[in-house]
Each structure stands twice: as C-alpha cells, then as structure tokens.
C-alpha cells in the first residue's frame, strides 16, 4: 500500500505550523491524518520519519510503532528505531531494532555497520568483527563501513577521514547536535577553547577578526561574538552550516573541507585572522600537518590557533583511529608538528573533554601562538 497522494501536502502543512512552534497542533493534525486511513501503514511510517528529521524522537518512535502494529515486515522502520535508540544511548533497544531490519532484509549494509559499532561498545568483541565484515561484503565502497573497518584494525590506517563519512555522520545528526553534545555527552570542550584562549587574548576588544574551522553549528563560536567583529565559520557540513547560520554570528559561512577551505583562503591571500578556533573536529583528521601550516599561515602575527585533541598514549603511534571512530593524537607529536610549523604554544592542559557512555574522555585543550 503507497501513502495517499496527497501526504507530501500534509507534510508541507505540518512543517509551517512546526515553524510557529506550535508542536502540539502539528502532532495532532497529523494524528488527525493518520486516522484516515487506519489500515495504512505507510502513512504512520512517513510521519516517523518527519518527526525523526525534526528532532522529535519521542514522536517519531510513537508513529513508527504505530505503522510496525500494521505492517512489522518493514526492515527501514526497524533501522529507523535503531537510531534514535542509538542516538537516546539506549544501546541494546538499539541492536534490537537493527537485528530486525537485517532479519527482514538479510543485505542491509548499514544495520550491521551500526550493529558493528554498538557491539564494540558493549564489548561483543567477536560480533562487533562479524557485523562489520558481513557490511564490508554487501556494501565495500561505502565510506562509513570503511571507516568503521579501518577503526577496528581490519583494514589499514587512513591518515584522515573519508569526507563522505563525515558528511553522512551529520545528516541527520545537525537537528539535535546541540542537545546531544550538552546533555548525552556533557561536551566541555566549547567552553574549555573560549575560556583557556581568552587568557592568552591580546586584543581584549571586539575587534579581532575570528576563523571557526569545523564550526558545526555554531556553539564554540557562539561564546566568542563580544570579542570577534567579524566570524567566519567552515564546516563540510551543509546541514550543520544551515544550524549555524541560524544563530546569525557569521559573517561568512562555507561549506569546505577545512584543510581545503585554508589552502584556497592562503593561496588567494583572501583574509588573516587574530584568532583560529577549532573545537571537537582535528578527531577527525589523523595527520594534521597540513592544518597546523595552513593555520600558521592564515594567521596575522600574535593570532592564535586554539584547538582540541583527545589523547593517544600509544609511544608507538602520532596518533591512531580509535574504534570509536575518532583519531586520538599523541601530545609529543602535536609538539613535534607545532614547532615544524613555527608555532609556539602557549598551553596544552590535559583535561576531561566529555563523557562517551558514562567514562571520561581524556584530551588536550591547546592554545598556539605566531610569533
């Protein structure tokens, strides 16, 4: 059975009263619509997936269970739960859910990708493997599955990662970053970068001239607006781009790789900045050479890059993709890459940046001067 022809009407509708924040009479409108036709599980389905794409997890589970009492041979309702479980920190409802869909459909490369993460996370060591190989076999070009495979040891270290994993991370990530990052995550990092760079702040004025690389949705950037006149802010994500454009802090706004975004801006001579800011994002890049002498270089003198890194204590390694799927960075090898691209640093705490399922995460809040 399709949905009625004229739900994307519907959809629409409920989207404009969403905007008047009215959540309560977009619910029931569609409540109201999916009492039309009872007996139409698709209907249910597609107002999850509104729901879901606008942070509303609650709701959306509510109609996927619905449309799962009419039709439970739908593998995407089951995937569909597993995120927001996934999402919610509710690992094993999580698995459960994506268990279903790979029963429904025995090919779905990324239910067992997700399962291989979630199981390394409870420490099902061997299903974790299991998972991962089986979505290598069905989908071997798809960047998340590489990714995971490449964190787990499988397959060999890729220097950075594939900006397509990092594009389909944030998707459907940007609607509730912020919430994630503040409440699930206990996320310190944005506050630790303003609060460790302001000691270092020459210009304790509003007139510095401010880079945010990876800017996200803003949040990092959003503490600095009374010392900045103007803010530029680069992220690979174009829906964590429209997040942030919405807090109107930017003057400009691109969505660029960053090590590309500082290459481009250094060979046009485009614009220095006094202050580059970093927050959260080098755990997605593994050597970082080219972004410390892109950085340097974009820099006026006396600018100051700031940044964070989580912390490798492998001797062995400059750094290492752990099985979280974020690079941690040995400290003597950002001292090492600091001074090859003549900054000096000016801190370099060690620190808990925030907590991944109840333990904390040890990092490095640095501030790096040119001199």
């Known amino acids: 059975m399709k949905p009625a022809k004229n739900l994307n009407h519907i959809l629409k509708n409920a989207t404009q009263i969403l905007r008047t924040g009215n959540k309560k009479q977009a619910i029931q409108y569609l409540l109201n619509y999916c009492n039309t036709e009872p007996e139409n599980a698709d209907i249910p389905r597609e107002i999850g997936v509104f729901f879901q794409h606008n942070n509303m997890p609650f709701k959306a589970e509510m109609f996927y269970r619905n449309s799962l009492s009419i039709d439970n041979n739908q593998a995407s309702v089951y995937f569909n739960l597993g995120v927001i479980y996934q999402n919610m920190n509710q690992p094993d409802q999580a698995i459960q859910a994506y268990l279903q869909a790979t029963q429904i459909s025995p090919d779905y490369a990324r239910a067992f990708a997700n399962l291989g993460y979630l199981y390394h996370e409870t420490g099902h060591t061997n299903k974790c493997r299991e998972a991962c190989l089986t979505a290598q076999n069905l989908e071997p070009d798809n960047p998340q599955i590489k990714h995971m495979i490449a964190a787990l040891g499988i397959e060999p270290l890729p220097e950075t990662a594939d900006q397509q994993y990092i594009k389909n991370l944030y998707k459907d990530y940007a609607g509730h970053y912020d919430t994630h990052l503040s409440v699930t995550l206990k996320s310190k990092v944005p506050e630790l970068i303003y609060t460790t760079t302001l000691k270092y702040l020459k210009k304790q004025s509003s007139d510095n001239v401010l880079l945010d690389l990876g800017c ?156």
């Not at 340097?296 to 600018?303: F, I, S, V």
Request: proline fraction near 1%; aromatic fraction near 10%.
């Open 216 to 371: 996200g949705t803003g949040i990092c950037g959003h503490l600095f607006t009374q010392y900045a006149e103007s803010m530029t802010g680069v992220d690979l994500s174009e829906e964590m781009t429209e997040e942030a454009r919405k807090k109107n802090i930017y003057k400009q706004l691109f969505v660029s790789d960053i090590a590309e975004y500082l290459n481009k801006n250094n060979h046009r001579h485009s614009e220095k900045f006094d202050i580059i800011i970093s927050s959260d994002v080098l755990i997605y890049i593994g050597n970082l050479q080219a972004i410390f002498d892109g950085a340097y270089k974009a820099l006026n003198t006396d600018g100051l890059f700031s940044f964070s890194i989580e912390s490798s204590f492998d001797s062995d390694n400059n750094f290492i993709l752990d099985a979280t799927g974020r690079y941690k960075h040995n400290p003597q090898y950002i001292s090492h890459i600091a001074e090859l691209s003549h900054f000096h640093i000016l801190s370099s705490d060690e620190t808990e940046l925030r907590q991944q399922n109840k333990q904390a995460v040890i990092g490095r809040i640095y501030v790096l001067a040119k001199t």
